[in-house]
């Protein structure tokens, strides 16, 4: 086609009533001629200026076409030398208009390279089915997400900010020592390991496994051996492989009522028929209803139920354990911040008093170094290690070695205790702060819950206060808190009451952000 | 209970005609006589030479006993002073005995503090229900894998190999410019900003997503703006949320037969319905009784079948998209090695040619930097991307953003086209070298398939020939190669030959390790 050629067919294709941009239509238009060669490969395009003239446009759209046909790889401009179109088409490239631009399906040649698909074509074009879209049909309306996964949306609990007075559950990384961790990368980067940049083997590094089990073992009573260990990017992680490897679609699992938002959404995802159990004050307390239909799994937080933060009693650890014998049901053991406890000892894990092989541990650096950093565990049945070892290298995919092993020598120089130790002090410090703030404006008013462990605190509410209001509004203060209520999944048990994180918060920040806080509470809720 | 008492307790339940060890035994009763206060806390234990003379056992037992509730938490133990019971526990432990080792429930006290749980104690002991283990019963036979898990474990392609003559689909990371990227470690651990170690918003770190729409738009022809960028951990993640996105459990997807058994199995525990269809020398070619089912989803690879090699032709590319349009299915295209074809250059992307909105293209660092980086990416629909990203942040909770920022830069500085750029010669010579080092072998006979890009070829074999014994014999000598019937899902339509991935092979080793090959194959084959 020679420049006045297409300079007519465009004219006689673009439509200026149809309601599409002209700059639109003829980027369609220029994309179907090259693609069906009318335009051949190394063709020079008339200029902008030409075919503006021709067309009576303007030349902007022109210009912007082009621009847009270089970048597609339809075209490429020499400067000084004019447009042409790219050799980049392959030989099989034959005569199909663009099908979203083609006038109508009649023109499309039959001739086929030995028409291979002869059945795509004939589902395509046979009576009956649709035709194929007219040039300057509007695009095609938006589609649908699928049920779980508009549900999945819908539910998100996942907030936009992670950081500040008093987003719960995100750590002091500015306390992090990047200094040690920047000298170990160092070392790992110099002297660089191929194995260490490949795909994981299965379960994880190594000697990270290794370090890590006589981690477990030693502060959290974990009976496990290093293969038993399996390295994740973390909770989700954990939570998804093993729920995807011990449970089938439309299996019941247990999930504390309340419990994190996060994890309800992986295992709703996964097909399971989520039933949130209440808690009382020795963690899970299933009813007669519940222990009637034995569920598949369990999912708990006995160290520190989250987000309340109360521990679960050795009696309901021992009758949970027993129940789940009898029914044969796995339990997950969410253990996601229990180094972090002010005053009293950590209990010992619920997996260190199984001796049934069916509590699945999990854990995260996410809390204890820095949340970003992408690194949890899961420790398996002894039994299904190896199983469980190969389904995570088979569905993740895992790499990040070298990231393994310099957490590995992180941990075994001891830098991963002694930052532990400071970042409980400190902590500790920052709770008692918050606790007398909170006592100070509202004595026994608001009682506190969970103040003696993990990285926030829930204040209670009077019964009937709207926390998410009370939240909404001291958000307008840009203050994080989150309302208890939205940690519920049956509403007639949610209690009001709001999360303060105060880990991630400078000491001297804690008071005025509370001051902040508590006159947001008193316009919103009456209070004081 | 004083130490004589303890002796004499632990005398009368030691049984050693039960079978089971005297450690395993010994170390439950403590546990039970710890966690029922029998021994309080603070309590010393005798000493283990004091117990094994009166338990008449050996010393070295008591040892071990003593080491494992150290280990788990029960007992402490101070040099010189003795060993003693800690004080981690709760005040709300009361004297039910370890279930496990308990005599018999009817021992068990029923006054239980304010019995919140009756409910479970009812369920637990009532008549009809399985009565408590028997101290001495042997530990619960091994539970098994739910179906997905076991479907999942068994039909695993993950390789314990990750490297070596002749590894396909891993890169050569011995080449990665690891001097460049360590400089831009250090620059960002000095200045450390704390927003890039929390965790990340939806859809990954703002530069990142900005230089790669910038980069997948211009290299690939991808139709984008950075908020439909998702960064991911790999092809792998990014399926797994498109698909949870998009399908519904029992939703049929289309894959091709052959295909990347990785993503199969992601598929595939997702609740999918995997639906394997054929491919021909143009890509994905759906029959007649596949057509009259539409699906919900299909995944290919148009720029280089994985694992055969073919480009899907620019006509199926249309037919594809329009059937996909007339009948509402989404197409995931896997656009995983692009970067590496030698002699043409890429043919444009399948998503730079749907005006439909129903292309999600997925890709991945993985082959052009070094695996075990794990950053990948999904460009989500327009309509659809800010869903996408909240989606990702709450299914994953990523971070990594340090790491993203880095990599945003390693590409603005043009690292990353020059380190391709690199590779591609590369790898372009050693396929050189293969090539005609299976020329000169067997001439012929043996055809070369997807010889022109990517990082391996397949090597096939005669009709009926065993692929699989074949791999096996490589193996025995050491030499990796993958059997191409094991990509297929259906039998009957699988065909003999072997991936050999030559980029992670050092020049010189080519030619010797496939002379080892083919001494196996001429022996395992009678193939010369």
Known sequence: MRASVLSDWLAQHLDRGNGQPLYRQLHRLLQQAILSRELPAGSKV?????????????????????????????????????????DSAPDEIIGTPDASAAPDAANLPDATRGAPDAALRQALFAPGSARLARSGTPLAPERALSRRGARLVAGAGVSKRQGGAFMPGV??????????????????????????????????????????????RTARSVQCAPEQIIITTGIHQSVDLAVRLLSDVGDVIWTED??????RSVLQVSGLEVR???????????????????????????????????VMSLQRRRMLLEYARQHQCWIIEDDYDSEFRYGSRPLASLQGLDSAGQVIYVGSFGKTLFPGLRIGYLVAPAALAERFATASAELYREGQLLQQAMLAEFIAEGHFTSHIRKMRALYGQRRGALLEAVAQRYGTTLPVLGGDAGLHLVLQLPPGADD?????????????????SGYYAEAARAQPGLLLGYACVPDEEIVPAFATLSQALDERLGLG
């Open 171 to 216: 750590p002091d990384v500015t306390r992090f020592p990047a200094r040690v961790w920047s000298r170990l990368q160092n070392k790992y980067w110099r002297r660089l390991r191929p194995d260490l940049l490949t795909y994981a083997p299965g379960g994880g590094q190594a000697w990270l496994r290794h370090v890590l089990a006589d981690y477990l």
């Open 46 to 86: 008339p200029s902008s200026r030409l075919l503006a003239a021709e067309l009576g446009i303007a030349r902007n759209t022109v210009t912007q076409v082009y621009e847009q046909l270089v970048l597609e790889g339809y075209v490429s401009s020499a400067t000084g030398r004019g447009t042409f179109v790219a």
């Open 258 to 263: 309340p419990c994190y938002w996060g994890v």
């Open 468 to 484: 998410r209001a009370a939240a909404a509004a001291a958000l307008e203060r840009n203050i994080v808190v989150r309302a208890l």
């Open 276 to 310: 949130p159990v209440a808690v009382d004050d020795e963690g899970i307390n299933p009813g007669p209803d519940d222990l009637l239909q034995p569920p598949k799994l369990m999912l708990v937080t006995p160290s520190h139920q989250y987000p309340l933060g109360m």
